[in-house]
């Protein structure tokens, strides 16, 4: 193998190892952005069970309705 086929198969080594470590860090990014997105509706139930408002709730977390709804629909998944 001549050092030009030899630098192109370590370049594109590199690249690969880059985009799988960047593959990685999004799976991982989903799926603490869920878990936290799960733990806030279980957070808007138990709110909405001391009987607040989702209005009031996204006043008192500056969330706008429209994202307060959303996250309290998570919890109706099955």
């Known amino acids: ?36 997105e799960l733990a806030a509706a279980q957070a808007i139930l138990a709110m909405a069970d001391e009987r607040v408002s989702l209005t009031e709730i996204g006043e008192r977390c500056a969330l706008p309705l429209k994202e307060v709804v959303r996250l309290k629909k998570l919890r109706a998944r099955p």
């Open 1 to 36: 193998m001549n050092e030009a086929t030899a630098t192109r198969k370590r370049v594109w080594a590199e690249r690969e190892a880059r985009l799988v470590d960047a593959a990685v860090e999004i799976v991982a990014a989903i799926v603490a952005r869920d878990r936290a």
